[in-house]
């Protein structure tokens, strides 16, 4: 079985301040990790993604995720908050066999920014 | 290019209704996955379809759930006798299918918002 904790339901930064989302994954085999964005009232995002060939995933808007097997992590951090990146962010794993991937999504983390 | 569409964006009707939403993927994607996304059960896995058959429905929440797609394209969700429990937003992700063992993207699309009273 597979899944992902993401550990903070809320996340408050200030403006030009470093972001950090925390994410723990369990897989029963190397796993493809997903990070995904949803703004209020806009569908589902990919930032970023994970699948072996590098363990630093960089993606859109200056955000990045680092695979750590060792600590089953894939946190995702930017240098700087902006505005504009207050969401909802999901770490999810891919489960499932065959040649299409079902998805398991984190229970979510809300981003707040402050000026 | 055009994105995943899915109708009606909103749709409220009442308890013990049939409720039909469809999703229309991206032309080309064979793979097409349906998610519910509801307070306290954040984002959950309903059915996926491989062109036109749905190998793994394990996420149907009860028979009175069910899915179809035809032509290798459009799919339709279908609620029977809709209960309130089952106010949530639906989502429909397409994708290309596996190959060489790395899953390709899923783009989500807007979701139909289902308020059953």
């Known amino acids: 079985a597979q899944s992902v904790t993401q550990l903070d339901s809320h996340v408050s930064v200030s403006e030009g301040t470093p972001v950090l989302l925390r994410c723990n994954y369990s897989?029963?085999?190397?796993?493809?990790l997903f990070w995904y964005v949803q703004h209020p009232n806009k569908g589902l995002q990919l930032l970023l993604k994970?699948?072996?060939?590098?363990?630093l995933v960089k993606g859109i808007n200056g955000f990045e995720a680092e695979f750590k097997k060792s600590e089953t992590s894939f946190h995702l951090t930017k240098p700087s908050a902006h505005m504009s990146d207050a969401a909802e962010y999901f770490c999810?794993?891919?489960?499932?066999?065959?040649?299409?991937?079902?998805?398991?999504f984190g229970s979510g983390t809300q981003l707040t920014v402050l000026p | 290019g055009a994105g995943v569409s899915q109708s009606p964006s909103n749709k409220v009707t009442e308890k013990g209704k049939d409720v039909e939403l469809r999703c229309d993927p991206i032309?080309?994607?064979?793979?097409l996955y349906w998610y519910r996304q509801s307070l306290g059960q954040g984002l959950e896995f309903l059915i996926y379809?491989?062109?036109?058959?749905?190998?793994?429905k394990s996420g149907l929440p009860s028979d009175r759930f069910s899915a179809e797609r035809t032509g290798g394209s459009v799919s339709t969700l279908t609620i029977q006798r809709t209960q309130q429990e089952d106010s949530a937003v639906y989502l429909c992700?397409?994708?290309?299918?596996?190959?060489?063992?790395?899953?390709?993207?899923?783009?989500f699309g807007p979701g139909t918002r289902l308020t059953v009273t």
């Open positions: 032309s080309g994607h064979t793979a």
């Open positions: 379809f491989q062109g036109n058959s749905a190998p793994d």
């Open positions: 999810v794993v891919t489960r499932g066999s065959g040649s299409a991937r079902q998805l398991t």
């Open positions: 992700a397409s994708s290309l299918v596996l190959a060489g063992g790395i899953p390709y993207e899923q783009y």
């Open positions: 994970y699948t072996s060939a590098a363990t």
């Open positions: 897989s029963s085999y190397s796993p493809s």
